[in-house]
């Protein structure tokens, strides 16, 4: 790959910047929207339930088996592998001027702040779906592993991510196969006239039991959506605290320790990568080729085996709650080392250099995402589209949307070194106010990163 590509200028805090880099974040935080879009704009919690109930016309059933094989999690993953990239350039460069305990102390101030930023983003902005705050926590985890050689980051992340294998496998998947074969069986036994032993009587009304909690929790799902739908189809103020309810059902929750650990242990996959030098470019065109080959042939039979079962709309075991993590971290390795690819030529470094302008801005990117659909699109003292479209139009928005922020973000570091969101995180931890714009630099310096 070429060094120009890797070189990079910093920001006015004196955060260095890798063009490279940029570009992955600003393609993951465009990315996001595609998968954040349909909780906006329609019942977040059907989103996990009955995906139909968003809409499931030819074109909607298009949209979203590409979102699913090709985006479902990827963008969220490669964020928090560039996470764990910038912890380990910010602690270097902390400790390059401080000893261990004042580089933690400044790492877990950044994102003590960080963090605050993600309740605000969720209670006030009004978005359930917030990451900011759990990349926030994980990274005060992630962090203690920071000094850790590649191999090891590699095999706690790893650890980390394959417990949902073989605990979705085991007791989702293996266990949910063997006891619908055994109560088959049994009822079989039974049709034929056989009589039953005391344990297979125990296991037909056991399983008689798991059918009615099941329908149970169905219906009280299914009022769960409808009050959601009714609340954010309301008034102004029945949005407003349908979305705090929604929030508050995720965080503070139980179910927020597995979106930590799911992004601690991506981070430190994401060190590792950077310490290899992988994830920055420095690898050859063939071993990329191969990256993106080996990421997309696995993950993408898993991902549309996953598909294939959640569209059957049963309640038999499916492999993909074994699968998922795997073919998350597969299809997101796949992401990277086609960036690499194109990356390789000319052509590919102008079709996606306007990128890195989005990915220096991607955080306030990331709120704009949010301003404009929840402030603006979906709520009543909106558009009031909330309800209104289905998978298809709502990707067809999220395309419009996130075509208008690239542009828009290209304009603004042409006059702008720093975006708003960044510009008051950075100076909240940095306790004084940033310049918005860096000296001049040559114009020759300031064209390196991108050789024509």
Same mark, same amino acid.
């Given at each position: 790959?070429?060094?120009?590509?890797l070189?990079g200028?910093?920001e006015?805090?004196?955060a260095?910047r890798?063009?490279?880099?940029?570009i992955?974040?600003?393609?993951?935080?465009?990315g996001?929207?595609?998968?954040?879009i349909?909780?906006?704009?329609?019942s977040?919690n059907?989103?996990?339930?009955d995906?139909?109930h968003?809409?499931w016309a030819p074109?909607?059933?298009?949209?979203?088996w590409?979102?699913e094989i090709?985006?479902n999690g990827?963008?969220?993953?490669?964020?928090?592998m560039l996470?764990?990239?910038?912890m380990?350039? %910010?602690?270097?460069?902390?400790a390059?001027?401080a000893? &261990?305990? =004042?580089? !933690?102390r400044?790492?877990?101030v #950044?994102? +003590?702040?960080?963090?605050?930023?993600g309740?605000?983003?969720m209670?006030?902005? %009004?978005?359930?779906?917030d990451i900011?705050?759990?990349y &926030?926590? =994980?990274a !005060?985890?992630?962090?203690?592993f #920071?000094? +850790?050689?590649?191999r090891?980051?590699?095999?706690i992340?790893?650890?980390?991510?394959l417990?949902q294998?073989?605990?979705?496998?085991?007791f &989702?998947?293996?266990?949910?196969?063997?006891?619908q074969?055994?109560t088959a069986a049994?009822?079989?036994k039974q049709?034929?006239?056989?009589?039953?032993t005391?344990?297979?009587t125990k296991r037909?009304k056991?399983?008689a039991k798991?059918l009615?909690?099941?329908?149970?929790?169905?219906a009280?799902f299914d009022?769960q959506?409808?009050?959601e739908?009714r609340?954010?189809?309301?008034?102004g103020?029945?949005?407003?605290?349908?979305q705090?309810l929604?929030?508050?059902?995720?965080?503070?929750?139980?179910?927020?320790?597995?979106?930590i650990?799911?992004?601690a242990?991506?981070m430190?996959?994401?060190a590792?990568?950077?310490?290899?030098?992988i994830?920055q470019?420095l690898?050859?065109?063939r071993?990329?080729?191969?990256?993106m080959?080996?990421?997309y042939?696995i993950?993408?039979?898993?991902?549309?085996i996953?598909?294939?079962?959640q569209?059957?709309?049963d309640?038999?075991p499916?492999?993909f709650w074994?699968?998922?993590?795997?073919?998350?971290?597969?299809?997101?390795?796949?992401?990277?080392?086609?960036?690499h690819v194109v990356?390789?030529s000319?052509?590919g470094q102008r079709?996606?250099?306007?990128f890195?302008?989005?990915?220096r801005t991607?955080?306030s990117v990331?709120?704009?995402?949010?301003?404009?659909?929840?402030w603006v699109?979906?709520?009543p003292?909106?558009?009031?589209l909330y309800g209104?479209?289905?998978w298809?139009?709502?990707?067809e928005?999220?395309f419009a949307?996130?075509l208008?922020l690239l542009i828009?973000?290209?304009?603004?570091?042409?006059?702008l070194?720093?975006?708003p969101?960044?510009?008051?995180?950075?100076?909240l931890?940095?306790?004084?106010?940033l310049?918005?714009?860096?000296?001049?630099q040559?114009i020759q310096?300031?064209?390196?990163?991108?050789?024509?």
């Amino acid at each position: 790959m070429s060094e120009g590509i890797l070189a990079g200028a910093a920001e006015p805090d004196g955060a260095p910047r890798i063009p490279i880099m940029d570009i992955l974040r600003g393609l993951a935080i465009l990315g996001i929207l595609f998968m954040n879009i349909n909780d906006m704009g329609q019942s977040l919690n059907a989103s996990f339930g009955d995906i139909r109930h968003l809409g499931w016309a030819p074109a909607d059933q298009v949209a979203w088996w590409l979102r699913e094989i090709l985006a479902n999690g990827t963008a969220r993953c490669l964020l928090e592998m560039l996470f764990g990239v910038g912890m380990v350039i %910010l602690t270097e460069r902390f400790a390059a001027a401080a000893n &261990g305990w =004042a580089v !933690l102390r400044r790492y877990y101030v #950044r994102n +003590l702040v960080l963090f605050l930023f993600g309740v605000v983003h969720m209670y006030i902005l %009004l978005w359930p779906g917030d990451i900011l705050h759990s990349y &926030g926590l =994980a990274a !005060l985890v992630a962090v203690l592993f #920071r000094r +850790l050689r590649p191999r090891w980051l590699l095999t706690i992340g790893l650890s980390m991510a394959l417990i949902q294998l073989t605990m979705g496998g085991y007791f &989702g998947y293996y266990q949910g196969l063997q006891k619908q074969a055994q109560t088959a069986a049994i009822e079989t036994k039974q049709a034929g006239g056989l009589k039953l032993t005391a344990a297979e009587t125990k296991r037909l009304k056991d399983h008689a039991k798991a059918l009615a909690d099941r329908a149970k929790r169905e219906a009280e799902f299914d009022k769960q959506v409808a009050d959601e739908d009714r609340g954010r189809s309301g008034t102004g103020l029945s949005w407003m605290w349908a979305q705090i309810l929604v929030s508050w059902d995720r965080f503070p929750n139980f179910g927020e320790i597995f979106t930590i650990w799911e992004a601690a242990g991506t981070m430190l996959i994401g060190a590792a990568l950077f310490k290899l030098g992988i994830i920055q470019g420095l690898r050859s065109r063939r071993y990329y080729l191969g990256m993106m080959l080996i990421g997309y042939g696995i993950g993408g039979v898993l991902r549309a085996i996953g598909a294939w079962e959640q569209t059957r709309f049963d309640h038999a075991p499916h492999s993909f709650w074994a699968t998922m993590e795997v073919a998350r971290l597969l299809m997101t390795i796949g992401h990277i080392g086609m960036v690499h690819v194109v990356m390789a030529s000319p052509l590919g470094q102008r079709l996606l250099k306007p990128f890195a302008a989005t990915g220096r801005t991607a955080l306030s990117v990331y709120i704009a995402q949010t301003l404009i659909t929840l402030w603006v699109i979906f709520p009543p003292w909106g558009l009031a589209l909330y309800g209104k479209l289905s998978w298809a139009p709502l990707m067809e928005l999220a395309f419009a949307i996130n075509l208008a922020l690239l542009i828009l973000s290209n304009i603004y570091v042409r006059y702008l070194d720093i975006a708003p969101v960044e510009w008051a995180w950075r100076s909240l931890i940095s306790w004084r106010a940033l310049p918005w714009r860096k000296p001049r630099q040559p114009i020759q310096a300031r064209r390196a990163p991108f050789p024509a």
